[in-house]
Structures are given as structure tokens and as C-alpha cells.
């Protein structure tokens, strides 16, 4: 059977599936793109792209091969050689919400056919693979997994915005639940990437997603403590980490900034955690203090501002706050878990007028009670005081900087006399 002849179902079209699915498209596959938002599909079906790393032109291209269909309906698929599960896995009350996950198996159940392939990419805790997916695809297909049909996983690594290292260009871990399910998990993903790298049962590959984000959720914590600390102490933590980074070997370079967020440092983590909590009765001693650590620092922001206004004889009820930067990482839209919006909400509680400036954000996913509006020397004029927060490359670095506004500047790209460091 040829690519072309080969059906892919990547369920959630949204910053993991959807760059899976072009690329599918373009290694000759036929792929259907299942996504609950209904407003997504629609802005899929018009070639509009709302994924950073996909331009409205790849789709349209897409769309006009006849080899993409954007659909909100499972009824939709008929049979598939693949399927891939892409979609969001929160945390609720600080636990693992897994129920789109179960949805997802539970509606592609039914459409098992003997050799198809099924793949797991959303994060989650060793063991979700193999003790929650495959039985309900059994449940729901009367067939068994690793004999009737293969079922592997395969975290997706997808870091927006990337222009070195995309979907192409990252090496791809891939497990199977059994030997031949992995080869054809691996066979699946090869025509895709450049390297792939197996691992013996989907449980290392599970927990090689969560070592990979717990291993920078950490480190950051301790540059975001460190800058706290080193700010009370009247010493420039920023020049002391590139100080820090001409050294050869032993030390990784990680900054400070007002939080953690997207997908996966605020989440990760946590699965982690909590397995290692339910499974053995003990604390994840590092991935707590970390978790302590990044959800505060946009406490911390606040008091900066708080101390910027006092400064100028103000209180923070009534003044208006510029926030300059909404998304969690810089060239992306996207806002998932940002630290801008506890930041949003602390200002809120103390009865601060907000404005914020990100064009790449999308209107359906700003936050409420948040003006919009196009970055100017009179747009920031006319903050009593602004913060920095995601520095897109568009941002005018010296238009910020020379502002006669006072702003706190928590990624060190700023020197006007007139901004602070975190």
C-alpha cells in the first residue's frame, strides 16, 4: 500500500497536530484532522492558520490537494491505516485530567481495522499508554492490541517558533506496546523526521517527556529564585549567568523570568509528581519546590510593580498597567498557562486599568477585562507603569527602553533609564 492509499486521523489540529498533519500531507499521506473547536475547523476549512509554525499558504496548499480534511465529526474518518491522539491533557486542581484522551480512544475505537496503528503524543504519566489507551480501543473495537492492531507512543517535542529545530529536525522517541507494533510506530514516524529513537515500552518513552520538561522546570526555578534573592542583594544576577555560561563544560545556561507557561513546564511536572505520589506513597521533593517556586513569580512581578508605583507616590488601585508581551514564549500566539494571565489576574484583584500589546495573540483568547491595543511612544506614555514580559522579535526594544514610563523588564533586553530588571 502506497502513502498516497494510506488514511492518517491526527486528532486536536492545534500547535502538535497541526504541524503533524501538514507534514503528513506533504510525505504523501491522506490526513483528517479531527478538532472539537468548531471555530478551528472553520479557520481550517478557510486556510487560515492559527499555528505559528504554519502559514496560511502550506495550508491553502494543503486544503487544495484535496489530501487534508479539517473536521469536527469522527463519523467523518470511515476506516484509517493511522491514528495519532494529540490532544490536551490539563491539570485540574492540580490532577491529571485524562478525559480527552478517553474521548478521543473511545470515538476511534470503533473504526479499528486489523494493522491499523494508533499513537499516543499527549503528555502524560508512564503507563497512560498501556493500562488506559489499549483497553478501551480494545473495549470499543472487540479486537486485541499488539496482535489485531499496534498502539505505541511517541511524545511530541513541538517547541513553537523554532526555525533550527522543527518537526523535521527533532529526533522523534518511539515506543510500541509491542516488538512489531514498535517497528510499525517507527516506520510511521521515519517517513516524517530525520532520526527517530526507539525505546523498549511506551512507559520510557511516557517518562522521557516528563525527565526532558521536569529537568528545565527545575532549573528554572532555581535562576528564578536566585533572581529574587540576588535583586535584594544589590547584584546583577543576569550579568553573573553570562559570566557564568563561558564556562566550557558543567553548566547549562537557563534565565530568569516572570513564570512558566504553554503546555508543558506547568504540566509536565506535575504528571510526574502525582504518579510518583499515587504509585509510592512519596513527594517528588524537587518537581514541589520548583512548582512553589515558578507559580509565584508572577507574585513576585506584581510586588516589583507595586514597589515602581510607591516609588512615584501612586497606588496600584487605579493606575494603569502596560503589559508588554501576552503569550508564554516569544514569536508565538500562544497563551496557554502564561504567566501573563495570573499576572492579569493579581492586577485585576488589586483594581488595577489594564492595556496589553501582542498582536500575535488571537482576538477569541484574549483575556477579558484586558484593553488591546498597537505598541507606541503614546500607548506607553500613557501606563503608569509597564512590565515586559514576552519579547517578541516586532517589539521595538528601544522604543520600550526610551519610554518615559517606568517598566520592569523581566528578560534583560532593555536600557532605558527608565526600566528595571527582574
Known amino acids: 500500500m502506497t502513502k498516497m492509499q494510506q488514511t492518517v486521523v491526527v486528532v486536536g489540529q492545534?500547535?502538535?497536530?497541526?504541524?503533524?498533519?501538514?507534514?503528513?500531507?506533504?510525505?504523501?499521506?491522506?490526513?483528517?484532522?479531527?478538532?472539537?473547536?468548531?471555530s478551528r475547523i472553520e479557520s481550517l476549512k478557510a486556510g487560515t492558520s492559527y499555528v505559528d509554525d504554519i502559514s496560511?499558504?502550506?495550508?491553502?496548499?494543503?486544503?487544495?490537494?484535496?489530501?487534508?480534511?479539517?473536521?469536527?465529526?469522527?463519523?467523518?474518518?470511515?476506516?484509517?491505516?493511522?491514528?495519532?491522539?494529540?490532544?490536551?491533557?490539563?491539570?485540574?486542581?492540580?490532577?491529571?485530567?485524562?478525559?480527552?484522551?478517553e474521548s478521543s480512544a473511545a470515538s476511534l475505537a470503533p473504526l479499528l481495522k486489523l494493522g491499523c496503528v494508533v499513537v499516543l503524543e499527549s503528555t502524560t504519566y508512564p503507563g497512560t499508554?498501556?493500562?488506559?489507551?489499549?483497553?478501551?480501543?480494545?473495549?470499543?473495537?472487540?479486537?486485541?492490541?499488539?496482535?489485531?492492531?499496534?498502539v505505541g507512543y511517541s511524545p511530541e517535542r513541538i517547541d513553537p517558533g523554532n526555525k533550527v529545530w522543527g518537526f523535521v529536525e527533532t529526533p522523534k522517541v518511539v515506543s510500541g506496546i509491542t516488538a512489531e507494533s514498535l517497528v510499525h510506530v517507527k516506520g510511521f514516524y521515519d517517513n516524517l523526521v530525520n532520526q527517530t529513537v526507539p525505546v523498549s515500552t511506551p512507559k520510557e518513552a511516557e517518562l522521557t517527556k516528563l525527565l526532558e520538561n521536569t529537568f528545565r522546570h527545575v532549573n528554572i526555578a532555581l535562576v528564578n529564585e536566585l533572581a529574587i534573592y540576588a535583586h535584594q542583594l544589590g547584584v546583577n544576577v543576569w550579568e553573573s549567568i553570562e559570566a557564568a555560561s563561558t564556562k566550557p563544560f558543567g553548566f547549562m545556561k537557563f534565565t530568569p523570568g516572570p513564570g512558566v507557561g504553554g503546555h508543558c513546564l506547568p504540566v509536565d511536572p506535575s504528571y510526574l509528581s502525582w504518579q510518583v505520589r499515587r504509585k509510592l506513597g512519596v513527594n517528588f521533593r524537587f518537581v514541589e519546590l520548583a512548582n512553589d517556586v515558578n507559580d509565584h513569580m508572577p507574585d513576585y512581578v506584581v510586588q516589583r510593580l507595586m514597589v515602581m508605583l510607591n516609588n512615584q507616590g501612586k497606588s496600584m488601585r487605579g493606575s494603569r498597567v502596560a503589559l508588554?508581551?501576552?503569550?508564554?514564549?516569544?514569536?508565538?500566539?500562544?497563551?496557554?498557562?502564561?504567566?501573563?494571565?495570573?499576572?492579569?489576574?493579581?492586577?485585576?484583584?488589586?483594581g488595577a486599568e489594564l492595556v496589553a500589546f501582542d498582536e500575535r495573540v488571537e482576538d477569541a483568547r484574549w483575556p477579558k477585562g484586558v484593553e488591546k491595543a498597537a505598541l507606541s511612544h503614546e500607548s506607553l506614555a500613557g501606563a503608569d507603569v509597564a512590565v515586559l514580559i514576552t519579547d517578541h522579535d516586532e517589539f521595538d526594544l528601544a522604543l520600550i527602553g526610551d519610554s518615559v514610563t517606568p517598566i520592569l523588564d523581566t528578560k534583560n533586553r532593555l536600557s532605558g533609564k527608565n526600566s528595571e530588571r527582574l
Do not use: C, W
Open 14 to 38: 492545534g500547535y502538535v497536530g497541526l504541524p503533524l498533519a501538514m507534514r503528513a500531507v506533504a510525505q504523501g499521506y491522506r490526513v483528517i484532522g479531527v478538532d472539537l473547536d468548531v
Open 129 to 150: 499508554t498501556e493500562e488506559l489507551l489499549v483497553p478501551i480501543l480494545e473495549k470499543g473495537s472487540g479486537l486485541v492490541g499488539g496482535v489485531d492492531f499496534h
Open 56 to 101: 496560511h499558504e502550506e495550508l491553502a496548499s494543503a486544503l487544495n490537494s484535496g489530501s487534508y480534511v479539517p473536521t469536527t465529526s469522527y463519523s467523518d474518518i470511515g476506516s484509517f491505516d493511522v491514528a495519532v491522539i494529540t490532544v490536551p491533557t490539563p491539570l485540574r486542581e492540580s490532577l491529571p485530567d485524562l478525559s480527552f484522551i
Open 324 to 350: 508588554v508581551g501576552l503569550s508564554y514564549k516569544k514569536n508565538t500566539g500562544d497563551i496557554r498557562e502564561s504567566p501573563s494571565l495570573r499576572i492579569i489576574e493579581i492586577l485585576r484583584e488589586y
